[in-house]
């Protein structure tokens, strides 16, 4: 697609692609996928997320993310266990890097856009940040959040019957290691070569599969993102309450 792009003369220096969101539910293992699938062709590529959810509170939500390089390792090799992340010092913060983004416009816009100005000193855009109600996007955050803790919940089930079976698994192991020991005492007695005290053949030895903390991790991740912007939309809703307390007093 590049290599046509290229044979027309149109731009196709390509470092990324960019996708819409709402409510900042970004994070996903889709999303990670299509970072590497870009990876194999463009090193350093970028996603350019736009949430006009948040942009409609008057923030301009962009954000620019890319992978981790410790991230990338770890998924290429398909290994999330708890081992592997301890050793690479990996927690549920390091899957993405943010790149700072600065918009700015050609002096030729700007003219433009100056011209394009109202005469009137306010416009209905500068009435609408006075508006005190911010319960829908509150409301649908902690929707999204709620389903998140619910997701959670699940993953550290997973982990919690995992754990179960290699406690049971352990106590297997060490009751038919007594018993091989007890045989072997048996046999020294009887002057016969003791057997192995270790059974690979033996299903209470084959090792238990770890569940994949790429879930939790992406789910924490999200839940950390819920709550930033609620607490960002509280602290700007609690400045236009007492913005408005002062102006009734006055």
Do not use: H
Request: hydrophobic share 35%; charged share 25%.
């Amino acid at each position: 697609m590049m290599r046509c792009l290229r044979e027309v003369n149109v731009d196709n220096n390509t470092v990324g692609w960019y996708q819409s969101t709402l409510f900042g539910s970004y994070q996903t293992v889709e999303l990670i996928e299509t970072f590497m699938n870009y990876q194999e062709n463009i090193r350093r590529c970028v996603c350019i997320i736009y949430d006009p959810s948040r942009s409609n509170q008057g923030v301009l939500a962009l954000k620019a993310l890319k992978l981790s390089d410790s991230f990338m390792e770890l998924y290429r090799n398909n290994n999330f266990t708890g081992e592997k992340l301890r050793e690479k010092n990996l927690s549920w913060v390091d899957i993405f890097e943010e790149i700072p983004i600065k918009v700015s416009n050609s002096a030729l816009i700007s003219a433009f856009m100056t011209e394009l100005e109202a005469d009137s000193p306010a416009t209905q855009c500068d009435y609408d940040r006075l508006k005190l109600s911010s319960s829908p996007f509150v409301e649908r955050n902690m929707e999204f959040l709620i389903e998140c803790m619910d997701d959670l919940s699940v993953e550290q089930q997973k982990f919690q019957y995992y754990y179960r079976n290699v406690s049971r698994q352990q106590a297997q192991q060490q009751a038919w290691l007594q018993k091989r020991r007890s045989e072997n005492m048996a046999r020294k007695a009887a002057g016969e070569e003791p057997l192995p005290e270790e059974d690979p053949s033996n299903p209470v030895f084959k090792p238990l599969p770890e569940p994949s903390r790429l879930d939790s991790f992406l789910i924490t991740n999200q839940i950390s993102n819920y709550c930033n912007q609620i607490n960002g939309v509280a602290g700007q809703s609690f400045s236009r309450l007492y913005l408005m307390k002062a102006l009734q007093e006055n």
